[in-house]
T-cell receptor, first 116, second 109 residues
Framework: GAVVSQHPSWVICKSGTSVKIECRSL??????MFWYRQFPKQSLMLMAT?????????EQGVEKDKFLINHASLTLSTLTVTSAHPEDSSFYIC????????????FGPGTRLTVL | DAKTTQPPSMDCAEGRAANLPCNHS???????VYWYRQIHSQGPQYIIH???NNETNEMASLIITEDRKSSTLILPHATLRDTAVYYC??????????FGTGTRLQVFP
């Protein structure tokens, strides 16, 4: 199957700083990428959908100015958590979907963010 | 997207078949049933999906009832590495995967 990577795999930062997480599709072009957040012992919550070259669509309750998403190429999407606070500590997971009409989504390994 | 209902947890002996049920009584005609699993602290892994016919691949089998209101994921010979949370997701044309609470499968020796 297709491979999706995330970088970094884990990050610790101070409160008030910004953190950028990268999501890459390594062997296919992803027209659409998705960002999820998962708190301990909870399910994945979809945060936003990004299509290459256009603005991301955020789910209800997700602050677009706090979670900046850029999908500048068909193989890379980034999520920037701006002015991070301890409550933003979570497991962030991306997924990538190939050409339109393809149903499969491939997930990255996740990035664990800890804000001190 | 239609909601799904799964038991919160199940146990299975190693080497036995694991049968994970899922109810999706409000599924629409053009919605697929997807199964993913998530091993602790990893990203979800695709297992299988189907529309109305039963499906089988190298990982599992998916049995969908004729009325499509429920389905069962079958892991024919469970191993300890199959211990994970299994998510049944109904997905329509929006292309979004909306995860429910899933079933935590514990495979024991």
């Amino acid at each position: 199957g297709a491979v999706v990577s995330q970088h970094p795999s884990w990050v610790i930062c101070k409160s008030g700083t910004s953190v950028k997480i990268e999501c890459r599709s390594l062997d296919f072009q992803a027209t659409t990428m998705f960002w999820y957040r998962q708190f301990p012992k909870q399910s994945l919550m979809l945060m936003a959908t990004s299509n290459e070259g256009s603005k991301a669509t955020y789910e209800q309750g997700v602050e677009k100015d706090k979670f900046l998403i850029n999908h500048a190429s068909l193989t890379l999407s980034t999520l920037t958590v701006t002015s991070a606070h301890p409550e933003d500590s979570s497991f962030y997971i991306c997924s990538a979907q190939g050409l339109a009409g393809s149903h499969e989504q491939f997930f990255g390994p996740g990035t664990r963010l800890t804000v001190l | 997207d239609a909601k799904t209902t799964q038991p919160p947890s199940m146990d299975c002996a190693e080497g036995r078949a694991a049968n994970l049920p899922c109810n999706h009584s409000t599924i629409s005609g053009n919605e697929y049933v997807y199964w993913y699993r998530q091993i602790h602290s990893q990203g979800p892994q695709y297992i299988i999906h189907g529309l109305k016919n039963n499906e089988t691949n190298e990982m599992a089998s998916l049995i969908i009832t004729e009325d499509r209101k429920s389905s069962t994921l079958i892991l024919p010979h469970a191993t300890l590495r199959d211990t994970a949370v299994y998510y049944c997701i109904v997905r329509g044309n929006t292309d979004k995967l909306i995860f429910g609470t899933g079933t935590r499968l514990q495979v024991f020796p």
